[in-house]
């Protein structure tokens, strides 16, 4: 079974950074495309930033010029760094499969809260 574990969600200044890990076991991290997603209250769970070994990385309009997604496929981890940091990316982000999120059970998250 794969287990998902995110990690470095955190309270930040607008205009902030952040670097949120997600670390990937119980199958071959290489096999994946995978993305971050994330979910604001009351809110559905959305897209955010994709990956693949044999394309570009992909990423949502909202975040585009700003987040950066990468992974180490030695460490089974993917990353998102996470610059110029808006109010609205407040939000659980969570790692899963490209496209669709279709790893189960998701991980449990991270929590980025950008407040003044």
């Known amino acids: 079974q794969v287990q998902l574990v995110e990690s470095g969600g955190g309270s930040v200044q607008p205009g902030g950074s952040l670097r949120l890990s997600c670390t990937f076991s119980?199958?071959?991290?290489?096999?994946?495309?995978m993305a971050w997603y994330r979910q604001a209250p009351g809110n559905e769970r959305e897209f955010v930033a994709s990956?693949?070994?044999?394309?570009?990385?992909v990423y949502a309009e909202f975040v585009k010029g700003r987040f950066t997604i990468s992974r180490e496929i030695d460490k089974n981890t993917l990353y998102l760094q996470m610059n110029s940091l808006k109010f609205e990316d407040t939000a659980v982000y969570y790692c899963?499969?490209?496209?669709?999120?279709?790893?189960?059970?998701w991980g449990q998250g991270t929590q980025v809260t950008v407040s003044s």
């Open positions: 119980g199958s071959r991290f290489s096999f994946y495309a």
């Open positions: 899963n499969s490209a496209p669709g999120g279709r790893l189960e059970p």
């Open positions: 990956i693949r070994w044999n394309a570009g990385p």
